[in-house]
């Protein structure tokens, strides 16, 4: 498995999609076999994983948006996204 | 405990079908079903969904693609914000017929396959030879710009095949690849003798499966769906009776299950005559297995019950005649000798009765 790098850019599969489940107040990814609820960090960095943008960046922008520290998700964000490529929710381009 | 909200739903638009597969999910007597909802009620079903909290639709049949509605009614679900899969036999289906699912916003088309090897395949789809236009319809999925998802039903006349079934799943583009072992329910537990797999095959069948998934990872999902007859516990059939998915059949009959239509005795409300919101939550059938608190022993004091469920009331039911008992498939059921019994059968027999109608006529005759 790719290890998360900095000037990765990951993105959501095509298969893949975002979604605010006004029902039960939670945010989703649906995709063909399932649902997955999300946490509100996972939706955060999901929801800038558009294949253009580096982990870096959505670092850095996760960074202003909770005004914390980057030491205090650094390695969560690297986390989620390793988890969700392993499920082949995110494809993560060099 | 809160009445949990169903997240999925899925919606048989047809019990009509060309092919005839004898493992079929649909309900024996499904010829005696003979009603459609109409366009205008599948969209109102979809939207009633929607507000119940499901946001995912799947389309099925019969074949689906008999319709010619598919696209607006998919159109339909995807402007409540669902996601939308069809499953189709492909025989089917043409470039106009994909383009306007493409243009509906369908996210995700699945074509089943009956095995690699085009002889057997027909064999097993019965009637009008179809595979190589399944063929074609799967790579036409592709051109459409859709991610491909080939189903296979795995049973003991296709499963010797299963490296060539990757590899033709392979050459075909597929980004899923859905093995599903039989369950025998319904047309399969007719069939049962000439389609339950040696345990031999099932774990070669799966040895295959990992080494492919592992050898294909980013490239091809490979979903193995373990064979109950083999294993130590049951399936927690659909995570849990009226827990996660709603199914509703052609007719408009609501069912916690496609094939709880097997269960005699239990009575299916009609979405004609009740919002799924009052079936859901009210209707005596979807309350009737749903939880924990009914579960006879040795379900009630095992601590996998919350991981189970106790297992698959339909299988229960055709196995012992009693819905409310522990799935024989489980290795701790008193009836799990039916299961032993009929792993001893397998492969006695080859005659194949085929999903039709005529057969359908007959075999739900001498129930009523």
Not at chain 1, 61 to 84: F, G, M
Not at chain 2, 155 to 166: D, F, H, K, S, T
Not at chain 2, 342 to 349: D, I, S, V, Y
Request: proline share 4%; aromatic share 6%; with cysteine.
């Amino acid at each position: 498995m790719t290890a998360i790098a900095d000037t990765s850019k990951p993105r959501l599969a095509d298969k893949a999609r975002l979604k605010w489940d006004a029902v039960r107040e939670k945010h989703l990814l649906l995709f063909p076999e399932g649902v997955l609820v999300l946490n509100q960090t996972a939706h955060d960095v999901l929801a800038l994983c558009d294949g253009q943008r580096a982990v870096a960046e959505i670092v850095k922008t996760l960074v202003s948006q909770y005004a914390v520290e980057i030491n205090a998700i650094d390695a969560d964000v690297k986390e989620i996204l390793q988890k969700l490529a392993q499920k082949t929710f995110v494809t993560i381009n060099d | 405990m809160e009445t949990p909200r169903p997240f999925s739903l899925l919606c048989e638009l047809t019990y009509r079908c060309p092919l005839q597969c004898p493992y079929c999910s649909n309900p024996l007597d499904f010829a005696r079903h003979t009603t459609e909802l109409k366009t205008e009620e599948w969209q109102r079903v979809l939207t009633e969904a929607a507000d119940l909290g499901v946001v995912q639709a799947h389309f099925s049949g019969g074949e689906p693609l008999l319709r010619a509605d598919v696209p607006e009614i998919i159109r339909h679900a995807r402007g409540l914000g669902l996601y939308t899969n069809l499953s189709t036999g492909g025989t089917l289906l043409t470039e106009i017929i994909a383009g306007q699912l493409r243009d509906a916003g369908l996210d995700s088309l699945q074509v089943s396959i009956q095995d690699a090897d085009a002889e057997n395949s027909d064999r097993m789809a019965g009637g009008a030879p179809s595979f190589e236009k399944k063929i074609r319809a799967a790579r036409l999925v592709k051109s459409t710009g859709f991610s491909l998802t080939i189903n296979v039903v795995l049973q003991r006349q296709n499963i010797g095949r299963i490296e060539a079934i990757i590899a033709l799943a392979e050459d075909l583009g597929a980004e899923r690849l859905e093995l599903a072992n039989t369950q025998f329910n319904g047309w399969a537990l007719k069939n049962r003798a000439a389609l339950l797999p040696s345990r031999a095959q099932v774990e070669h069948a799966a040895c295959v499966a990992r080494a492919a998934s592992e050898r294909l990872k980013g490239q091809m999902k490979i979903l193995y769906v373990l064979p109950d007859y083999f294993e130590q516990f049951p399936k927690p059939c659909l995570h849990g009776w009226g827990r996660v998915f709603m199914t509703v059949a052609a007719d408009g009959a609501v069912l916690p299950c496609q094939t709880a239509r097997e269960i005699r005795g239990l009575k299916f409300d009609n979405v004609r005559e009740h919002s799924l919101e009052k079936i859901w939550f009210e209707s005596e059938t979807f309350c009737k297995f749903r939880g924990t608190d009914w579960l006879p022993e040795p379900c009630q004091s095992c601590p996998r019950k919350e991981m189970d469920f106790g297992g698959c009331r339909c299988q229960a039911f055709l196995l012992t005649g009693d819905a409310a008992v522990t799935d024989p498939a489980c290795s701790l059921s008193p009836r799990h000798n039916l299961i032993a019994e009929a792993l001893a059968e397998a492969g006695t027999n080859e005659k194949l009765i085929y999903r039709n109608a005529v057969e359908s006529l007959q075999t739900s005759s001498n129930r009523r």
